[in-house]
């Protein structure tokens, strides 16, 4: 089955509440959920998957109340969603004594000084890097690579080479980066880009006439960054994918609603027509 087709069966699979659906779903999303929690919260693995499953109960609780709310016609589109609702879920429980007090998180001022004037690419590397994700992973996520963005890194050295130096993936700041894209992605005006036209840029399907104010725009709203950056995140993660391990599976299985599988007739059964 293809991947394009599996994403739109899952979804509505899930609604319905069939294991199978739902093992598909877990299968597929447990490692990327795991991997931006570990990123964003610096919880260890147990408290990245207690806080998962956590997510996984109210995801299908009320008949999938939440999960409907999802975007279901773009796997893209779903997985931005899926990583704002965890950092959502997560910001209120980071704590700000989780934060490095050296080099202090950039507050919005700082960051917005920082980026000033810098060409596009290198504003995605400076907010990723601040992020949390090293220099290494930045050069398979981005299509130009830190090694050519000179006066960016001239920029982070100065105020956050912890940051710059850092070789796992890690934000320095959970309590203070999550709240600063939670409220960025609530910060949003009427030029802001929808993520649809972003992905439709992403994949080369706009006109430059179309494309060249949106990157404009871009430059100056940490709103659209936030989303942009989401989306190379998403789509990174999306190339390198793994399955969550079978076995791993059936254990979270149990924080979701399904319905009861039924038993097959026997043939017995079938013959009273049962
Ligand atoms: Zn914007």
Redesign the pocket.
């Known amino acids: 089955m293809s991947k394009l087709i599996t994403f739109y069966r899952v979804l509505p699979g899930c609604e319905e509440g069939s294991p199978e659906a739902w093992r598909a779903f877990l299968g597929f999303y447990t490692p990327m959920a795991m991997d931006f929690l570990r990123v964003y919260t610096n919880w260890d693995s147990d408290a990245c998957l207690a806080a998962w499953r956590e997510a996984l109960g109210d995801l299908s609780a009320n008949q999938c109340a939440e999960l409907k709310a999802f975007p279901h016609q773009a796997e893209r589109e779903f997985l931005v969603a899926l990583r704002a609702f965890l950092q959502d879920r997560a910001a209120p429980r980071l704590k700000a004594r989780q934060d490095a007090a050296t080099p202090p998180a950039p507050t919005r001022e700082a960051l917005m000084t920082l980026l000033s004037g810098l060409p596009i690419v290198h504003q995605e590397i400076a907010f990723l890097t601040l992020a949390g994700y090293s220099q290494k992973t930045l050069e398979k996520t981005l299509p130009a690579t830190p090694k050519v963005a000179g006066e960016v890194l001239a920029r982070l050295r100065a105020g956050y080479a912890a940051a710059l130096e850092r070789t796992e993936d890690q934000c320095l700041w959970p309590f203070a980066w999550v709240g600063m894209c939670v409220a960025a992605r609530a910060d ?2 009427k ?3 929808p993520l649809r036209q972003l992905i439709r840029i992403l994949d080369g399907q706009a006109t430059w006439y179309e494309k060249s104010p949106v990157e404009e ?2 430059t100056k ?1 940490l ?2 960054l936030e989303l942009w950056t989401s989306l190379m995140e998403v789509v990174a993660w999306d190339r390198t994918r793994q399955p969550w391990p079978e076995e791993k599976i059936e254990p979270l299985l149990a924080a979701v609603s399904v319905r009861k599988e039924k038993p097959k007739p026997s043939l017995f059964a079938r013959m009273l027509g049962k």
């Open positions: 949003s005006s030029d802001c880009t725009h871009r709203c709103h659209c």
